[in-house]
């Protein structure tokens, strides 16, 4: 299975082991502009934050809408989700803790923002550091990345993203290599998501992501697909 984009663009190939399993929301945008978030982004980001404590304060994670959706994928994948955690349930276990969500730079915090309220894992990348196309898979042994905040990411037998050199991102942690950075201007956002949440959830995370996006960081967004 494929996602056929622009000449120009992304193209995603997903492993046939995976149909029928995952579901793939992709995202491209250009010239963002990554100055410090407005008070509105502040403000928008306070009110989900309340309002997840809100209702889900005291409550196991495994019961809150989105995050069983989302171990249950790993579980497929044969991946312990109470010892790698969906980087979505990590935002909103360090949230329901009274930590906030943590401030990175403008387009991190945005699709942080946009994880933590639909409950979807997904990873951002600097566009111009992916080279190739786009291979979705199961870690093959021995395969991993230096991380962002790790020494190293251990992808064996765990789901990840691949390009022409190799794995550069996941759905727990993304790497070192293809992060972005203040120096970043083109963005390729993918969100991984249960085939069975697929639907108008993955499509709404997408859009709500490309809203953010234009309003806080004046990208140009040029592409927004779903594959499952």
């Known amino acids: 299975m494929s996602l056929q984009a622009r000449p120009e663009g992304v193209q995603l190939v997903v492993d046939s082991a995976l149909l029928g399993?995952?579901?793939?929301?992709?995202?491209?945008?250009?010239?963002?502009?990554l100055a410090s978030l407005p008070p509105a982004f502040d403000a928008e980001r306070d009110q989900v934050v309340q309002r997840l404590i809100?209702?889900?304060a005291g409550r196991q994670p495994a019961d809150i809408p989105g995050v069983?959706?989302?171990?249950?994928?790993?579980?497929?994948?044969?991946?312990?989700?109470?010892?790698?955690?969906?980087?979505?349930?990590a935002l909103l276990r360090r949230v329901l803790q009274g930590k906030g969500l943590p401030k990175v730079n403008p387009a991190v915090d945005v699709c942080n923002l946009c994880s933590l309220e639909h409950q979807i894992p997904l990873g951002l990348?600097?566009?111009d550091r992916v080279k190739g196309n786009?291979?979705?898979?199961?870690?093959?042994?021995?395969?991993?990345?230096?991380g962002i905040r790790k020494q190293r990411v251990n992808l064996s037998g765990?789901?990840?993203?691949?390009?022409?050199?190799?794995?550069?991102?996941?759905?727990?942690s993304d790497s070192l290599r293809t992060a972005v950075t203040s120096e970043t201007r083109n963005l390729l956002v993918v969100l991984f998501c249960?085939?069975?949440r697929a639907g108008q959830t993955l499509s709404g995370a997408l859009e709500h992501i490309a809203d953010l996006l234009?309003?806080?960081?004046?990208?140009?967004?040029?592409?927004?697909r779903v594959a499952q």
Do not use: W
């Not at 786009?134 to 230096?146: A, D, I, Q």
């Not at 765990?158 to 727990?172: C, I, K, M, N, V």
């Open 21 to 33: 399993t995952l579901a793939l929301g992709l995202l491209e945008a250009e010239s963002v502009k």
């Open 54 to 56: 809100g209702r889900f």
């Open 68 to 89: 069983a959706e989302a171990r249950s994928l790993f579980h497929q994948l044969d991946i312990d989700p109470t010892k790698t955690r969906p980087s979505s349930e």
């Open 125 to 127: 990348y600097d566009r």
């Open 134 to 146: 786009v291979r979705v898979r199961v870690g093959r042994e021995g395969e991993g990345y230096p």
């Open 158 to 172: 765990r789901l990840l993203l691949a390009d022409d050199e190799g794995p550069f991102g996941a759905p727990t």
């Open 194 to 196: 249960p085939v069975d």
């Open 214 to 224: 234009t309003r806080y960081c004046e990208a140009s967004v040029l592409a927004v």
